[in-house]
C-alpha cells in the first residue's frame, strides 16, 4: 500500500448528528477501527433544532453525559406558538409528539461535542476532506480518494461505506443509489440579532402563508433565524434567494414580522437550502449503508429530525458490527424498517397539511392537499 493510503474498517462520510453517532456507536460497542470524513471545517452558525427530552436517552446510549456539553448546548424553550389553520395560536410544539419538556439545541456546540468524542474513543477524524471517488472492489470493500487543502489527496481502503452527507444524500447519488423523492421543498433563512435578551425571543413561531410557512427560532447569544419553507420552483419564480424579495415577504407576515422587529440582520443574503422528503433504497449496494438524513429525510414540520438521525445511526451501527464480524443478518430488515417508517410520516404529513384550509388554491398547499 501506497504511504499515503490508510486502511480502516469503516469509513463515514458527513460528521453530523447521523455521521458522528453511527461513530461513537461502533467505537463504544465493538473493536472497529472508524473513520470519520467530514467537508466543512466545523465552524460557523447552524440552525438549531426543537427537540424532546428523550434526546437525552439517546446519548445515554452513545455513552455522551449531559454534562459533558459546552454551557447552553441545550437552551430552555419557551414554547412554539403556531399560526396554522387560523389566525388564533396553537402551542402545539410538534406535530408528532405531546411532550412538554422540550430543549432547542445550539447545534454548533452540540455536533462539535459528538465529534469531539469520536476522537477522544480513537476514531479518526478528517475534517475539512472531500471525498471526490468512490471504488468497489471485487471483495465489496472499498478504495475512497479524498482530497484535504493542505495534506493534498490520499486513499483510504475501507470495509464498509456509510453516507450520513444528510438530505442531500451525496455518496448515494454518486453510487446511483435508488430513491424516491416525494417533494422539492427549500428553506430560504436569513439569521439575526436581537439587542438585548428577551423571553417572547426564545419562544419558536411558526405561520403559514398562501407560498408555504415561516419558522423563527432563538439561536445562542441572542441572534435568531428566520426561515420560509416553500417549493424550488416558487423559489425561483419569486426570487426568494434575493434579500428585496425576501425580506418583501417577511413584511407580508402577520406575526413572523413582529417577533423580528427589533432585530438586525446578520446576513448579506438569503441562504437556501434543501428541506426535501425523501428516501434511498441502497440494498443493492453491498458494504454500504445510508444513515440519518441521506437515509430518508422528513419535512421540517415533523420536528423529526436529530433523534430520527441518532436513531438510525446506532441501528445502521448495530448492523454494520454483526455483519463485520461474520453474522449473518437480514440485510431486507433496516430498509422494511425505514420504509414503514417513512410511511407513517407521509400520513401523519399530510394530516398535518391537511388542517391549512385557507388556501388550498394555492400551489403549494394544493401539493400537499
Given at each position: 500500500m501506497?504511504?499515503?493510503?490508510?486502511?480502516t474498517?469503516?469509513l463515514?462520510?458527513g460528521?453530523g448528528p447521523?455521521g458522528?453517532?453511527?461513530?461513537?456507536?461502533l467505537l463504544?460497542?465493538?473493536?472497529l477501527e472508524v473513520?470519520?470524513?467530514?467537508q466543512?471545517n466545523?465552524?460557523?452558525?447552524?440552525?438549531?433544532e426543537?427537540?424532546?427530552?428523550?434526546i437525552?436517552?439517546l446519548?445515554?446510549?452513545l455513552?455522551m453525559?449531559?454534562?459533558?456539553f459546552?454551557e447552553?448546548?441545550f437552551?430552555?424553550s419557551?414554547?412554539?406558538t403556531?399560526?396554522?389553520g387560523?389566525d388564533i395560536?396553537?402551542t402545539?410544539?410538534?406535530?408528532?409528539?405531546?411532550?412538554?419538556d422540550?430543549?432547542?439545541?445550539d447545534r454548533?456546540?452540540f455536533d462539535f461535542?459528538l465529534?469531539?468524542?469520536?476522537?477522544?474513543?480513537?476514531?479518526?477524524?478528517f475534517?475539512?476532506?472531500k471525498?471526490?471517488?468512490?471504488k468497489?472492489l471485487?471483495?465489496?470493500?472499498?478504495?475512497?480518494?479524498?482530497?484535504?487543502p493542505e495534506k493534498?489527496e490520499?486513499?483510504?481502503?475501507a470495509?464498509?461505506?456509510?453516507?450520513a452527507?444528510g438530505?442531500?444524500?451525496n455518496?448515494?447519488?454518486?453510487l446511483g443509489?435508488?430513491?424516491q423523492?416525494i417533494d422539492s421543498?427549500?428553506?430560504?433563512?436569513?439569521?439575526f440579532?436581537?439587542?438585548?435578551q428577551n423571553v417572547?425571543t426564545?419562544?419558536h413561531?411558526?405561520e403559514?402563508?398562501?407560498?408555504?410557512?415561516?419558522?423563527?427560532?432563538l439561536?445562542?447569544?441572542n441572534?435568531c433565524?428566520?426561515t420560509?419553507?416553500t417549493d424550488?420552483?416558487?423559489v425561483?419564480?419569486?426570487?426568494l434567494?434575493?434579500?428585496d424579495?425576501?425580506?418583501?415577504?417577511?413584511?407580508?407576515?402577520?406575526?413572523i414580522?413582529?417577533?423580528l422587529?427589533?432585530?438586525?440582520?446578520?446576513?448579506a443574503?438569503?441562504?437556501?437550502?434543501n428541506?426535501s422528503?425523501?428516501i434511498?433504497?441502497?440494498r443493492?449496494?453491498?458494504n454500504?449503508?445510508?444513515?440519518g438524513?441521506?437515509?430518508?429525510?422528513f419535512?421540517p414540520?415533523?420536528?423529526?429530525g436529530?433523534?430520527s438521525?441518532?436513531?438510525s445511526?446506532?441501528h445502521a451501527?448495530?448492523?454494520?458490527?454483526?455483519?463485520?464480524?461474520g453474522q449473518?443478518?437480514?440485510?431486507e430488515?433496516f430498509?422494511?424498517?425505514?420504509?414503514?417508517n417513512f410511511?407513517?410520516y407521509?400520513s401523519?404529513?399530510?394530516?398535518?397539511?391537511?388542517?391549512e384550509?385557507?388556501?388550498?388554491?394555492?400551489?403549494?398547499?394544493?401539493?400537499?392537499?
Amino acid at each position: 500500500m501506497e504511504k499515503n493510503n490508510r486502511k480502516t474498517d469503516v469509513l463515514i462520510v458527513g460528521g453530523g448528528p447521523a455521521g458522528a453517532s453511527a461513530a461513537l456507536s461502533l467505537l463504544n460497542y465493538s473493536s472497529l477501527e472508524v473513520t470519520l470524513i467530514e467537508q466543512s471545517n466545523l465552524e460557523g452558525i447552524r440552525v438549531g433544532e426543537h427537540v424532546s427530552s428523550h434526546i437525552f436517552d439517546l446519548l445515554g446510549h452513545l455513552k455522551m453525559d449531559r454534562s459533558a456539553f459546552e454551557e447552553d448546548s441545550f437552551l430552555p424553550s419557551y414554547g412554539n406558538t403556531a399560526y396554522w389553520g387560523s389566525d388564533i395560536p396553537s402551542t402545539n410544539h410538534s406535530i408528532f409528539s405531546s411532550e412538554n419538556d422540550t430543549v432547542q439545541l445550539d447545534r454548533e456546540k452540540f455536533d462539535f461535542q459528538l465529534i469531539k468524542g469520536v476522537a477522544e474513543r480513537g476514531g479518526h477524524v478528517f475534517p475539512r476532506t472531500k471525498c471526490i471517488d468512490f471504488k468497489q472492489l471485487k471483495n465489496g470493500h472499498w478504495s475512497i480518494s479524498l482530497k484535504h487543502p493542505e495534506k493534498g489527496e490520499f486513499k483510504i481502503m475501507a470495509k464498509y461505506l456509510v453516507d450520513a452527507t444528510g438530505r442531500n444524500a451525496n455518496i448515494c447519488r454518486q453510487l446511483g443509489v435508488p430513491s424516491q423523492k416525494i417533494d422539492s421543498m427549500m428553506g430560504v433563512g436569513m439569521f439575526f440579532k436581537h439587542q438585548k435578551q428577551n423571553v417572547k425571543t426564545r419562544e419558536h413561531i411558526i405561520e403559514s402563508t398562501p407560498l408555504g410557512w415561516w419558522y423563527s427560532a432563538l439561536l445562542p447569544n441572542n441572534k435568531c433565524v428566520a426561515t420560509f419553507f416553500t417549493d424550488a420552483d416558487i423559489v425561483s419564480e419569486k426570487k426568494l434567494n434575493k434579500t428585496d424579495q425576501w425580506s418583501e415577504l417577511l413584511q407580508e407576515t402577520q406575526f413572523i414580522k413582529h417577533h423580528l422587529a427589533e432585530a438586525t440582520s446578520l446576513s448579506a443574503k438569503p441562504w437556501v437550502r434543501n428541506a426535501s422528503t425523501q428516501i434511498s433504497d441502497p440494498r443493492t449496494r453491498k458494504n454500504f449503508m445510508a444513515i440519518g438524513d441521506a437515509a430518508s429525510s422528513f419535512d421540517p414540520i415533523s420536528s423529526m429530525g436529530i433523534g430520527s438521525a441518532i436513531t438510525s445511526a446506532c441501528h445502521a451501527a448495530k448492523r454494520i458490527q454483526l455483519q463485520l464480524s461474520g453474522q449473518t443478518i437480514d440485510n431486507e430488515s433496516f430498509q422494511r424498517d425505514l420504509a414503514r417508517n417513512f410511511d407513517q410520516y407521509l400520513s401523519h404529513r399530510k394530516q398535518f397539511y391537511q388542517k391549512e384550509k385557507r388556501w388550498v388554491s394555492s400551489t403549494f398547499w394544493e401539493r400537499r392537499n
